[in-house]
């Protein structure tokens, strides 16, 4: 009986300390936004023209990613939904909301950073350009200069 006791006391022991650690557990929070994707063309140097949004079906082609701030390690992907708009559910902390892959597939987008606490949702919108080429050929983070000679 007595072990059967000891057994008893020690089972109740692990149970309180597991459902303490869940209860001191930080709550998560959430991130959500708007992916606007905006088609650019070839521009001059005095084009302001609006460019038109991308088509719904364009938003599973650019897949954000949220990575952590200090360990640049990614923490989650998601996809906008066909109205491009995101939710997802994170540990509080602070990140970095970027698209995957956005040098390879030469996407402009400005990698955005925020901080999630615990019971709340942050909004971070994210606008990408695709196509968006200077008059020159070059792309808009040159100058492009003309050399003596």
């Known amino acids: 009986m007595a072990t059967s006791f000891k057994c008893l006391v020690f089972g109740l022991i692990i149970f309180l300390v597991a459902g303490s650690a869940s209860i001191t557990a930080a709550a998560p929070g959430f991130l959500e936004g708007h992916l606007k994707v ?25 897949p954000l990613v949220v990575v952590s701030q200090e360990e640049k390690k990614e923490i989650a992907r998601v996809v906008a939904d066909e109205k491009g708009n995101y939710r997802v559910e994170l540990p509080p902390g602070n990140y970095v909301l970027d698209i995957q892959d956005r040098v390879a597939k030469h996407v402009r987008a400005a990698p955005r950073p925020f901080t999630v606490t615990p019971g709340e949702t ?10 968006f080429r200077s008059a020159g050929g070059c792309s808009l983070d040159h100058k492009k200069t003309d050399m003596p000679g």
């Open 122 to 131: 942050v909004r971070v919108d994210m606008n990408i350009i695709i196509g």
């Open 38 to 62: 905006i088609f650019g063309m070839a521009v001059g140097p005095s084009d302001d023209m609006p460019r038109a949004e991308g088509a719904p079906q364009s938003y599973a082609k650019y």
